[in-house]
């Protein structure tokens, strides 16, 4: 089991209803990534990669296909199933960062780890949350609320929450969209780390070339049809 994918998706098809005609977003999706692989995904704007992202997610159903995720096959799960299998699978970061605003970077970390782990001791937590925030360099920004803190800083307090729970996969939708080029890299060089050192799988979406060249694989996302283009230019 061990080294079977993280993620299998197989013949993903993905349409949504407009003005009662189906819109076709994702057509014979194929994806597999084996675990702590990184993985982009590029391609034009509209072309389906959230929507794949959202699907890999649980967080909207594919129309055809099947999708396993760390061996369980996600388009079978009820709603309840599928809540329990984020919280014990999966870290997502966001390209706006979806911090909590009235909550301190501990309790914005500490909150993701007490829903996924509610027999947590709350000392617990706290530790664990801080320990999250010192590995993305802000252990001296516990206390901060989003709006004192940078876009960058945001970012990796997204991070911390993302990789708190110890995921085995990790996506992110362009997490350094909002970033500035030298922010982003900071951001980008900590989530390759991390998960390096956590064996998390990440699969990453990003409109950055320089960045997508620096995963194991890359694929190519046009017109809802996913292609692999490692080694291609
Ligand atoms: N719920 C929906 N209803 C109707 N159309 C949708 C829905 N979700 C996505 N789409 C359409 O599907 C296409 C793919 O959207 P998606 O957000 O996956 O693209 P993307 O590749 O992530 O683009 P970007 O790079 O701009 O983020 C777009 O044309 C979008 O308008
Ligand atoms: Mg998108």
Redesign the pocket.
């Known amino acids: 089991m061990a080294n079977s994918p993280i993620i299998i998706a197989s013949k993903v098809d993905y349409s ?3 003005a009662g005609k189906p ?1 076709n ?1 994702l057509r014979a999706v194929d994806l597999s990534v084996n675990p702590a692989e990184v993985v982009a995904i590029v ?12 699907l890999l997610a649980g967080l ?1 159903r594919a129309s055809a296909g099947h999708i396993q995720v760390g061996g369980t096959d996600i388009t079978k799960l009820d709603e309840d199933a599928m809540a329990v299998f984020r919280r014990n699978t999966l870290g997502i970061v966001f ?1 706006s960062f979806h911090l909590i605003p009235s909550l301190t970077a501990l309790d914005n970390v500490g909150l993701a780890l007490e829903i996924a782990r509610p027999d947590m001791k709350l000392s617990d937590v706290r530790k664990e949350a801080a320990a999250a925030l010192d590995a993305v360099g802000l252990g001296k920004r516990l206390d901060h609320r989003p709006s004192a803190l940078s876009g960058g800083e945001q970012q990796r307090v997204g991070l911390a929450r993302a990789l708190v729970t110890k995921p085995r996969l990790l996506l992110a ?2 997490p350094t969209g909002n970033l500035d080029q030298k922010s982003g890299a900071v951001v980008v060089e900590l989530m390759f780390n991390l998960a390096r050192q956590n064996g998390t799988a990440v699969v990453m ?1 990003t ?1 950055d070339a320089h960045l997508a060249e620096r995963t194991d694989r890359r694929f190519t ?1 046009e017109q ?1 049809q996913l292609t692999e283009t490692t080694g291609k230019h």
């Open positions: 949504v209803d407009v819109l977003i391609g034009p704007s509209g072309s389906g990669k959230t929507s794949l992202l959202m909207e390209q939708d362009e979406i409109h996302m809802g």
